[in-house]
């Protein structure tokens, strides 16, 4: 496992609130390959964001708690990303240049008062770029491999006068200008029209043949996690319930909650009218949650005494597929 | 279809003026909704669906006068008489209002955090003046039942309700007063997928049990397959093609449309987006829209006609309507094959 880029080990992320602990990320484990594609999907409030934020350790400095292992593997051996100073030279050096992140509204993501091009070139000249033109016709390549059109130009614009797409565009320009070997991408086509999401994932996919990076891909969106993953993991309340190749997730799924999940997306050419499967209730807020598995207050299989006193151990179903579940133990 | 059609829309239009320097001039004009008309029946789901810029959301505005149109006929059926909302001053409009109402995207900003939950399902019926006292209270705790929300909640603000939760309160609102008509504008777009499907089954439900006729705003063309009976498709403020649902999906006769569904991607791993291909190119600005069919620059069957006329909307099957120079003869691929 030479390739493996990113293992993250037991991750809690905790957030001290006046109001409790929110235990946002409770115990992940996971690990990213060279080339691979994982998908992280979960409902709002799962911890799929926290995750990645805590990856980056760009979790809030005042009340957020980081334990666990999150080893960056390289080339010199593994450094754990979780004991790190979060504003200490060494993170700064690995944003950008080994890890970069893009997100959903790519409009908050850009400094409004300087050019999109500049912002680019900004990140060369930090990691150690001198030759001003040099950097300048590296990134108009570059704008013009994303797929903006009249590179030469859009360089001097501002993220405003650009479109939503040509936007998220320039941040995957900006994300890969120091060939990162990870890319975390958190909703990045949520906030688009679905021909325009089509071609971002098209280019996200290119992009990964073409330098062979590793992608770890949030959503909570089916269709763009079956078309984008090879791997997928579904976080509930902060853990990851069920973990296996894409087509074992959406073939044979067996957490409960992955096929409610499954089951409540309209299908294409059903009977008219025809009521949607659902998840009763509602999500809740992994304020100190207790120790048992965190679905069981919406599951349709709760058995009393079992599911509600502790968390199931993740059981391997099949190779590569493992789920967390008292049905399966 | 016009005869048992509740709503009717003809060649509605809304131009916004595009205002220049310090004495705003008027330069030009944004054409949101250029000559659109459909019919909904009444019972029936109409499904409107486009990518943001479109005109989707101005057109329903439109429709519940929300905003003035600039020409167009908005003719509704009700009690065998036929009135034309555009016609309507704005007291008439009040008086009428009460058979349109909408539900919104945001169930956040939708709701007023400072009025009771009670406050604001009963607001419609206060402004009305359909219900006082005792019965406004009973009208209340009917529309709440209806959506499936406790009645020992509204007192309750709604900074203490779940974003699904917030959604049906928003339904229980529109409902209150027996409307005929909802606009529902991307009402379960903002929704966790589980809950999405609760809102739907919810509103499948009442449509069922009230005769309900909905305008279906949504970008997410799953969701409007499984709730629509027809589907209309617009594309820079024209309609470019409409028909019933399945028709639609299963054999698209615009470009746009089968564009817009191969670009769906599907929750199955052995059916990925192909990796070359699809429509190139973004939404033209609609101020300074192209020649001919706006379309035509990201088509790839387009050919000289279509850069220099502008394809009327023509029948190309029952009930079926397309705007494009070749509906007749493009063979475009539809989600069953």
């Known amino acids: 496992m030479s390739d493996v880029v990113l293992e993250v080990k037991d991750l809690h992320t905790y957030f001290e609130l006046e109001e409790g602990t929110l235990k946002a990320v409770n115990g992940v484990s996971f690990s990213i390959r060279k080339n691979r594609t994982l998908g992280v999907v979960g409902e709002s409030g799962c911890g799929k964001s926290v995750t990645a934020q805590s990856i980056m350790r760009i979790t809030p400095k005042k009340n957020s708690k980081i334990s666990g292992q999150i080893l960056l593997h390289r080339a010199s051996g593994a450094v754990d990303l979780a004991r790190l100073d979060e504003d200490g030279d060494e993170m700064r050096d690995l944003r950008g240049r080994e890890i970069a992140m ?130 997928v993991a579904v976080m509930y309340l902060g853990k990851i319930v069920e973990y296996g190749a894409a087509r074992q997730i959406f073939k044979d799924p067996k957490h409960p909650y992955t096929k409610g999940l499954i089951r409540s997306i309209p299908k294409f050419g059903a009977t008219d009218g025809a009521h949607l499967a659902t998840i009763e209730g509602t999500v809740p807020v992994p304020l100190d949650p207790p120790d048992a598995c965190p679905f069981a207050n919406r599951c349709g299989e709760f058995i009393a005494g079992k599911c509600d006193v502790r968390m199931p151990a993740a059981v391997t179903v099949a190779p590569g597929h493992s789920v967390s579940c008292v049905l399966y133990e | 279809m016009s005869d048992a059609s509740l709503l009717e829309v003809r060649g509605l239009k809304k131009y ?46 439109c429709v519940l006068r929300a905003i003035d149109l600039t020409a167009g006929e908005i003719l509704f059926h009700h009690d065998g008489a036929t009135t034309d909302l555009a016609q309507l001053s704005r007291r008439g409009m009040r008086e ?88 529902c504008d991307e009402a379960v777009s903002a929704l966790d997928v589980s809950v999405q499907a609760q809102i739907l089954n919810l509103l499948n439900d009442l449509q069922e049990e009230f005769n309900l006729t909905y305008l279906f705003i949504a970008h997410d063309l799953s969701v409007v397959e499984h709730v629509s009976d027809d589907v209309a498709v617009m594309y820079v403020g024209k ?22 569904l191969s670009a769906i991607p599907r929750p199955d791993p052995d059916q990925p987006l192909p990796e070359t291909g699809g429509i190139e190119g973004e939404l033209p600005d609609p101020a300074n829209p192209p020649s001919g069919c706006y379309f035509h620059p ?26 494009c120079h070749f509906a007749e003869e493009l063979e475009l691929n539809g989600l069953e094959n």
């Open chain 1, 102 to 231: 893009i997100f959903q509204e790519p409009m908050t993501a850009f400094s409004p008062v300087h050019t999109v091009g500049n912002q680019i070139m900004e990140a060369l000249f930090v990691h150690g770029e001198r030759d001003k033109s040099a950097a300048r016709k590296r990134v108009i390549a570059l704008l013009d491999e994303v797929g903006i059109p009249a590179p030469e130009r859009r360089i001097d614009e501002y993220s405003f006068q650009l479109s939503g797409g040509m936007r998220q565009r320039s941040m995957i320009a900006m994300a890969i200008v120091l060939n990162p070997r990870l890319l975390i991408a958190d909703e990045p086509t949520t906030a688009l029209d679905v021909t325009i999401q089509s071609q971002i994932l098209r280019l996200m996919k290119r992009l990964q043949r073409d330098n062979g990076m590793a992608i770890m891909f949030i959503t909570h969106d089916l269709g763009v996690i079956a078309t984008m993953a090879d791997d």
């Open chain 2, 16 to 61: 916004f003026p595009i205002e220049e320097g310090l004495l705003r001039r008027v330069v030009g004009h944004v054409r949101a909704v250029d000559q659109v008309s459909l019919s909904i029946g009444k019972g029936r789901t109409l499904g409107l669906v486009g990518e943001s810029g479109s005109g989707k959301t101005t057109l329903g505005r």
């Open chain 2, 96 to 183: 009428f209002r009460k058979h349109l109402q909408m539900i919104f995207q945001d169930p956040y900003s939708s709701l007023d955090p400072r009025k009771t939950i009670f406050d604001i399902v009963s607001e419609p019926l206060r402004i009305h003046r359909i219900a006082k006292g005792r019965e406004l209270e009973d009208r209340v705790r009917t529309a709440l039942e209806l959506v499936g929300l406790d009645v020992r909640y509204m007192k309750r603000f709604p900074h203490a309700f779940s974003g699904g939760q917030r959604q049906r309160i928003g339904i229980a609102r529109a409902l209150s007063i027996n409307p005929q008509l909802i606009v």
């Open chain 2, 239 to 260: 309609l470019v093609e409409q028909a019933p649902t399945q028709a639609l999906f299963a054999r698209p006769r615009h470009p746009y449309t089968e564009a817009l």
């Open chain 2, 298 to 323: 990201r088509c790839p069957y387009a050919e000289a006609i279509c850069r220099e006329a502008e394809p009327p909307l023509v029948q190309v099957a029952p009930q079926h309507t397309a705007a």
